[in-house]
């Protein structure tokens, strides 16, 4: 398997742009996870998904962020309108099961100017 | 309010000493406890999981131990290499919400040869 799968790699828009980051999981895996990085804040927990449903959305900032997984191989952020406190990197990470590790993705930089 | 803390956003040790991190959490009663490494540019990259019942967990040159009672992970890397540079990160469940990993901030690791 090639691992979790993100794209794009880097994304730069303007201010009030829709931005779709995509993510592909470890076939198999049950658990997805997207996660927010900054300096300031580190990792953060957006949302998490258990078998194509979202389980936990509490750390979604605001109605501007939104994400889907319509099957198990496929997931989708989106922010509308961005905004530039979303830049950041994002990361994608999926799991075989709960109690076992998380594989992550090599990330997507987004950056709103 | 929840919270996991490592112990300092940077450290610097010589090549060949032991280096110590630490994680303390507060208000979580986690299932377990997991370390990342985490490299410049990259998704962080899993190293060791320990469970609320086990004290000791070991990994070649890697040792985590977990206490419950002071609600602290200890990760330790022997005969440290310049090799072992990098952010280090500590994540748990929280026990409640199934599945729900959340990370701590990282603790930026300088080995110097």
């Known amino acids: 398997d090639a691992g979790v799968i993100q794209s794009p790699r880097h994304e730069v828009t303007e201010m009030g742009q829709e931005v779709t980051l995509r993510c592909k999981p470890i076939?198999?895996?049950?658990?997805l996870f997207w996660y927010r990085q900054t300096m300031m804040r580190g990792l953060e927990l957006l949302i998490y998904?258990?078998?194509?449903?979202?389980?936990?959305d509490s750390g979604m900032p605001e109605d501007r962020f939104s994400a889907k997984m319509p099957n198990a191989s496929f997931s989708t952020l989106k922010i509308q309108p961005s905004e530039p406190r979303d830049s950041a990197v994002y990361f994608c990470?999926?799991?075989?099961?709960?109690?076992?590790?998380?594989?992550f993705g090599q990330g997507t930089r987004l950056t709103v100017v | 309010s929840q919270k996991i803390e490592q112990n300092s956003e940077a450290l610097n040790i010589q090549e060949g000493k032991t280096a110590t991190l630490t994680c303390n959490y507060t208000?979580?009663?986690?299932?377990?406890l997991q370390w990342y490494r985490q490299d410049p540019g990259r998704g962080p990259v899993f190293l060791l999981l320990?469970?609320?019942?086990?004290k000791e967990k070991r990994k070649e040159r890697l040792k985590v131990t977990f206490d419950t009672t002071l609600k602290q992970s200890l990760f330790h890397i022997t005969a440290s290499q310049p090799a072992d540079s990098a952010t280090y990160l500590c994540?748990?469940?929280?026990?409640?919400?199934?599945?729900?990993?959340?990370f701590g901030q990282g603790t930026i690791l300088t080995v110097h040869p």
């Open positions: 990470a999926s799991s075989p099961g709960r109690n076992t590790e998380a594989f």
């Open positions: 076939s198999g895996h049950d658990y």
């Open positions: 998904f258990n078998n194509n449903v979202p389980i936990d």
């Open positions: 208000n979580y009663s986690p299932a377990y």
């Open positions: 320990i469970r609320e019942n086990e």
């Open positions: 994540a748990l469940d929280e026990g409640t919400s199934y599945g729900k990993l959340t």
